[in-house]
């Protein structure tokens, strides 16, 4: 999934997970469920509006926030490549403690022709363990972001074709997943692609992504906008930016933002878009992100987050918090040595989000990158920690690309270790 320096290059090649001819191969990674504590026990009304304790805790931590023990650990388990090159989660969603799902994709190398292809993948979890449970026939099909409504309903997206791409969307209907029509920009098809979707019910869903995100020229590309009625997704006009959008979040049917990945010699960029129920804008944030700020989640209309990094002694995390319609810096935990790539996010309660991608671990008289570690962190209602990764994946290079977090608190990331195993991780709680 991206190159680790951008959620853009998740639009060209993902990875996914194992399969035998014939039939899927369901590998298992199982680990020790989080462990409950009072404070995951008396987690309630997570849709609630901020408090006003909550809101004076954040103004406090607008400051420069030393480190301090994390509050949380990731428990990560590894599920092997089978017959793929490479392996990789890029999508996650939960609806339960016992019920998530993950999409991705497989890369196939070909023998002495060294050509590649993709086969979209969707992983689920269940409570314990994740296995791979489906395969779409799609040509060269990639899934990027999924959304999930109930355990009945799922919307999925991404690309299919390669090098040509186009637009791919798939719905899960409780029993199967299904092709559903997506509308294909009027472009060269040169790396089209949806790569993130935020459902708020059946028959309303928003999905955003890029045209001609291929081409080398920064005026041919433009930001691609789509919204689910319940039968198709239709296009909807959006600012032509020259950037494409890589993260949607909708608190409600008539507000979503978006995200996005600056394109051409640009390196960062300081627009989002917002969509207000009549027209989508670019609105202009007071932190310069770069790369764009690639994680994005709206629980309700309260939290809202958006997570990145940014310039200065490395790549260091950053994220935006909206309050009273402003968004308004808010400190994270820098590493020592600094090089972090944020990637995805998501909120269980005003109390309790996650923000995960990787970090570049580099160090005195370093040029150049030695391994690239899973990263996280998580806010609890007033500041930012870094969290302790545990297992499988804590000695191995790789990164987390996705989280997502149930209602009930649960939370989860997903991405892909160095060798090409799909990465997966479940958050526990250690107070």
């Given amino acids: 999934m991206r190159s680790l320096g951008n959620r853009c290059a998740l639009f060209g090649s993902v990875a996914g997970a194992a399969l035998l001819a014939g039939g899927v191969l369901c590998q298992t990674a ?16 997570i849709f609630q509006a901020v408090s006003a304790a909550e809101t004076t805790a954040l103004g406090a931590s607008e400051g420069a926030r030393p480190a301090a023990a994390a509050r949380s650990e990731l428990v990560t388990s590894l599920l092997g490549r089978g017959g793929f090159s490479l392996a990789g989660a890029a999508g996650t969603a939960c609806v339960s403690a016992t019920w998530c799902v993950a999409v991705g994709s497989g890369t196939v190398l070909h023998g002495e022709t060294r050509l590649t292809s993709n086969t979209a993948l969707i992983w689920r979890f269940g409570g314990r363990s994740w296995r791979l449970a489906d395969r779409l026939r799609v040509r060269q099909g990639a899934l990027l972001s999924v959304s999930c409504v109930s ?41 089209d692609a949806l790569g993130s979707v935020d459902c708020l019910s059946r028959s309303d869903c928003w ?24 039968r ?18 909708c608190p409600g049917p008539a507000n979503c933002w978006a995200s996005g990945y600056p394109s051409g010699s640009q390196r960062s960029t300081n627009e989002i878009e917002h969509f207000d129920g009549r027209a989508w804008r ?8 770069a790369g764009g700020a690639s994680g994005i989640s709206c629980r309700t209309f309260a939290t809202c987050w958006l997570v990145g990094a940014t310039t200065g002694g490395g790549l260091r995390p950053t994220s935006l918090r909206l309050l009273e319609g402003t968004w308004r810096n808010v400190a994270m935990v820098s590493p020592s040595y600094p090089d972090v ?25 370093i040029t150049r990158p030695s391994k690239t570690a899973p990263f996280g962190e998580q806010w609890d209602g007033s500041s930012w920690q870094i969290a302790e990764v545990l297992g499988p994946a804590a000695s191995r290079s790789g990164f987390f690309a996705t989280a997502a977090c149930a209602p009930t608190g649960l939370c989860i990331a997903a991405g892909q270790a160095s060798d090409g195993q799909p990465l997966f991780a479940v958050s526990r709680s250690l107070g």
Wanted: charged share 10%; aromatic share 6%; with cysteine.
């Fill in 30 to 45: 199982t680990f020790a469920l989080p462990r409950s504590s009072p404070r995951r026990a008396a987690r309630g009304a």
């Fill in 151 to 191: 355990s009945s309903f799922c919307m999925a997206v991404g690309r299919t074709g390669n090098p040509l791409g186009r637009v791919l969307a798939v719905e899960w209907n409780g029993r199967a997943w299904s092709l559903v029509r997506a509308a294909d920009p009027a472009s060269s098809g040169n790396g």
């Fill in 341 to 365: 790539t944020l990637q995805g996010l998501s909120c269980a309660s005003a109390s309790d989000c996650w923000a995960v991608g990787g970090n570049y671990l580099v160090g005195p008289g």
């Fill in 282 to 289: 670019t609105v202009r944030v007071q932190t310069s992100f």
């Fill in 207 to 230: 999905a955003v992504g890029g045209v001609n995100l291929g081409e080398g020229s920064p005026h041919l590309r433009h930001d691609l906008v789509e919204h689910w009625n319940g």
């Fill in 232 to 249: 198709a997704f239709t296009a909807v006009a959006a600012p032509v930016t020259g950037n494409s959008l890589i993260a949607i979040a």
